[in-house]
Each structure stands twice: as structure tokens, then as C-alpha cells.
């Protein structure tokens, strides 16, 4: 089973929030990326642009497919993993460390009730949904 | 390499359970269910290129043909020259229809005075058996032996060694793109020196029922050799870093074996073969695109049926595409206009709606170390 992390929020589409305050941390899931393979480049917006909850932002390639990443929350990129460009396999690697793709401030904090909990993603997981 | 609008049950070759156990993903190839990776495409392509991979490759089909005129129907079906091939000796070809478009990719084995193996790819094994049965010559009789005929690939630098340690004869003096019969881990072979990685290696055509019985052995043995099994997935990188055509994205029914850079395997001076007309004709008219290889200059990556750009308009669309894990680098396949085809050309791949630059390189991506003659 893939490690889902107790603290962390989730979408249906694999990615996970680190809430702290008005801001999210964000990435994709260990089952994400396990299911994608090695990742081989990750397309992100830059510091100041605007993202919306549940629309893409950004693209992530493996050596086999192309996968949209879609945003947890709505808001105004403030970080972006600048290791990411010359190290796409921290996806891989540490997804939930040092494979973290932006930090979001949120426009809309109450976004975050409706993402999911880990135990329901966990769920989700477990039912084999893609 | 997506599943090709196969219908019904998935076909499983012999060792299709034993993928599952050891933890292979599992995904619908040419209407196969093949292993697509065990640990990781990048580490499996790597392992190849250092030490040594074992490829479950049953999925290809095996025609046996034989009779007085054996060779004449090899020679009227394909278009490299068959009748310079010894006993023991192996040609790529290809199978193309009148107006010169390709059927098929295939080798060719000489096995006898009378007797030749054809081995085709797996997602053609019905189109293929129906062509060369419909198109033979004289006394010629086919057997479709894909479904008895299991086929496995032992490929990279230490190959040689573990082959050699399991089989019952030398294995040091079968030249590159030659094979001789015997046992290996006691299991009667065909034992080919050929392979689709640009690494030295074998092939080895074994009685299906057999199949897990090598498989398993070479797993032991290659243990202290680092062996570990490979699936489609890096099959597909360590091709693509060769320049090695794959059917159905490079060459198919609407492609040419001249444009596809398959010039060498097409032989006009042997005689008639289907194909030839055509193909003469357009050699002499000279081909109007060619098949190249490029390289991005960042790492965005260019996929089987996106746009080739060249100032600003395009010209063409790639065939394959990929991370190329030995060069580090993205790197791709595609049809460009002979005028854009020069080594150095500059390129552009539409993805996502924006250009990314690109450029005509020198291939194989890889340098090859396939065992020289």
C-alpha cells in the first residue's frame, strides 16, 4: 500500500495540500507517482500566477504518459520547487518531501473543506481508482 | 505504445503468470497482456546497458516455411535478398505491398536448405500469416508456429557470459545476426545472436511449454550478473535510443522502407518482389521526407503524434518519443521533409499548444555494441 500521510489533505485526482495557515504545500501522492512511473519532467506555473481548485495547473511527464495536475485550492503561487526542473525523479523519490511541486496562498482557506481526508483517500485508493 | 484497437480477451504468452507474481505491471500491448515494468523503466533500461536484461518476448509470431520453393517465396514476399543467407544466418527485411507501403518488419531464418523461419511482430501475426499465405509461390508450406514457440531476449554487455555458462556449446563464436541450435539450461534452443536494444545479447526460441523453465533458470544464474527482468516499457526506450523502427509508429501500410531509412534491406538487383516497382520508382523520383532522429533542447517530452515544426509551420509529426535514459536527454522520431532532414536542421515540436525547440541530431542517439562480425 502506498504511504498516505495522516496530516496532509488530498483530491481525487492524487494530489495532496500541506495546510498551514492561508498557505498549501503541494504535490502529488505516493500512489500517484508509483502509478505514473519514473517522472521525467514536471511543467509548473511560475511565482504569482493564479491557480483554481480543481483545475490544472501544470503537467507532469514519466517516461510513459502525460498527466495534468490538477490544484487542491485556489489561490496565488508563492513558491515553486526550484529542484524540480534539474531533479523530476524527487517526484519519485520523496513525494511528500522534497518532491513538493508549489506552495499556494489561498484565496478562499475554505477551500480545503473539501478535499479529502487521508483515510478516504486511502480509500479511494484502495478501491484500485486510477 | 498504446494497445492496438485490439477486440476480445487479452492473449497471454507462457510466462504471462509468472510477470504477475514477480510484481510486473501488466498492460494490453498489440493485444497482449505483457509486463510493461518491474521496478522502473529507467532502471531496467539502464541495467541493460550495464549489465543484462531478460525480455519475455513470446508475444512475436514465428511462420516456418518449407519446400523446393522456399526461397523463391521468401524472395517474392520480401525485400532484402534471402539467397545470400546460409544455414545458421539471420536478415532483417521487410514485407510491402505493390504500392510499396510496409506490411510488416520481419526477420528471416535460414534453417535449412528448404527451410526458412519468418519472425514478425506480434500485433501483425494475423495480417502477416494471411499476406505471405495468400501471396507464396510454388511448392512452399507454411506453419504458423507463434502459439508453440516461446521467445526470450538475454541482452547486454554480460549476456554473452551467463548464456554461455547455461548452454551446452559455445555460444563466443555465433556472429552478430547468426544463430545455432542447442540446449541452454538444458532447454533445446535456438540460440540467435540478434536483439532490439543496440546492446550484444541473444534470442532464444524455445518450445512454449518450456518457456518458464529457462526463464527461471536465467533468473538464478544471472543473479551475480545484476540480470533482472525487463518489460515493454524500457524495450521501447532502448529502441528508440538505436533509431530502431518500431511498427505502427514508424513504419506502416502509408510509409516507404526508403523514406523509414530502410534502403538497405530493399534489393531491387535479386529480381521481382512485391514492392519493387514502386519502390524502384521512388528511388528514382527520390523520397520526398525522410525519418529522423532529434533532440530537445530541454526536457519537455515529444510523443508519438505530435506536431514537427520548421519556421514557424508544420512539416511533419513524430513517430516516437521519449525520455532516452542512456542520453539523458528527450529524444524523438519523425517524418520531416527531405529539405529539413540534414543533421543540425533545426526543428520544433508542438506540446501543449507551444513550440519547443528541437534538432536534427546524428543516430543512434546511443552508440551501438551490438557484437561485430
Keep these: 500500500m502506498a504511504n498516505v500521510p495522516a496530516e496532509l489533505k488530498y483530491t ?93 496562498r489561498m484565496a478562499n482557506p475554505k477551500d480545503v473543506d473539501g478535499l479529502l481526508s487521508a483515510a478516504d483517500y486511502q480509500k479511494l485508493t484502495a478501491d484500485g481508482a486510477h | 505504445m498504446t494497445d492496438a484497437a485490439s477486440t476480445g480477451p487479452l492473449k497471454r504468452t507462457p510466462l504471462r503468470d509468472v510477470h504477475v507474481k514477480a510484481g510486473a505491471k501488466m498492460v494490453p500491448f498489440g493485444g497482449w497482456d505483457m509486463p510493461v515494468q518491474y521496478t522502473g523503466i529507467i532502471d531496467e533500461h539502464r541495467t541493460v546497458r550495464r549489465a ?7 508475444h512475436m509470431g514465428e511462420f516456418e516455411v518449407r519446400g523446393p520453393d522456399a526461397l523463391a517465396a521468401v524472395q517474392r514476399l520480401c525485400t532484402n535478398d534471402a539467397s545470400t543467407l546460409e544455414i545458421g544466418q539471420v536478415q532483417y527485411a521487410a514485407l510491402c505491398y505493390p504500392e510499396g507501403g510496409i506490411v510488416d518488419d520481419l526477420t528471416i531464418y535460414k534453417m535449412g536448405a528448404d527451410r526458412f523461419m519468418l519472425v514478425v511482430n506480434a500485433s501483425n501475426i494475423d495480417k502477416d500469416w494471411a499476406w505471405v499465405t495468400s501471396h507464396s509461390v510454388g511448392r512452399a508450406e507454411w506453419k504458423n508456429v507463434s502459439d508453440e514457440t516461446a521467445l526470450l531476449a538475454v541482452q547486454g554487455p554480460r549476456a554473452e557470459g551467463l548464456v554461455g555458462r547455461l548452454a551446452d556449446r559455445d555460444v563466443t563464436g555465433i556472429a552478430y545476426y547468426h544463430f545455432a541450435t542447442g540446449a541452454v539450461a538444458g532447454v533445446p534452443a535456438v540460440i540467435s545472436r540478434t536483439g532490439y536494444t543496440g546492446e550484444d545479447g541473444f534470442e532464444l526460441y524455445v518450445a512454449a511449454p518450456q518457456a518458464e523453465r529457462l526463464w527461471s533458470a536465467l533468473i538464478e544464474a544471472g543473479r551475480p550478473d545484476g540480470l533482472q527482468p525487463i518489460g515493454l516499457g524500457a524495450r521501447d526506450t532502448l529502441r528508440l535510443e538505436m533509431k530502431y523502427a518500431l511498427y505502427g509508429n514508424e513504419i506502416d501500410q502509408t510509409t516507404n522502407p526508403l523514406e523509414a531509412g530502410l534502403g538497405w534491406v530493399v534489393k531491387p538487383a535479386k529480381g521481382e518482389f512485391i514492392g519493387r516497382e514502386a519502390i524502384e520508382a521512388l528511388r528514382a523520383r527520390g523520397v520526398a521526407r525522410r525519418l529522423v532522429g532529434f533532440e530537445m533542447a530541454e526536457r519537455a517530452v515529444p510523443r508519438h503524434g505530435y506536431r514537427l515544426m520548421a519556421g514557424g509551420a508544420p512539416v511533419g509529426v513524430v513517430t516516437s518519443g521519449s525520455f532516452g535514459p542512456s542520453v539523458e536527454r528527450s529524444i524523438g522520431m519523425g517524418y520531416v521533409p527531405s529539405a529539413q532532414a540534414a543533421v543540425g536542421s533545426e526543428l520544433a515540436v508542438e506540446i501543449r499548444g507551444a513550440t519547443h525547440a528541437a534538432r536534427v541530431v546524428k543516430t543512434p542517439f546511443h552508440p551501438s555494441h551490438t557484437k561485430k562480425a
Aim: hydrophobic content about 45%; proline content about 5%; aromatic content about 8%.
Design chain 1, 12 to 104: 481525487r485526482e492524487h494530489e495532496w495540500a500541506k495546510v498551514d495557515g492561508d498557505r498549501a504545500r503541494i504535490g502529488i501522492t505516493a500512489f500517484a507517482q508509483e502509478q505514473l512511473g519514473d517522472v521525467v519532467f514536471v511543467e509548473l506555473p511560475k511565482v504569482g500566477a493564479k491557480v483554481t481548485a480543481m483545475k490544472t495547473f501544470g503537467v507532469v511527464e514519466s517516461v510513459k504518459a502525460v498527466s495534468d495536475l490538477f490544484a487542491p485550492v485556489s489561490g496565488e503561487v508563492v513558491e515553486v520547487n526550484d529542484a524540480l526542473p534539474k531533479s523530476p525523479e524527487l517526484v519519485n523519490t520523496d513525494p511528500y518531501g522534497k518532491g513538493w511541486m508549489l506552495v499556494i
Design chain 2, 52 to 58: 543484462v536484461g531478460l525480455f519475455d518476448i513470446s
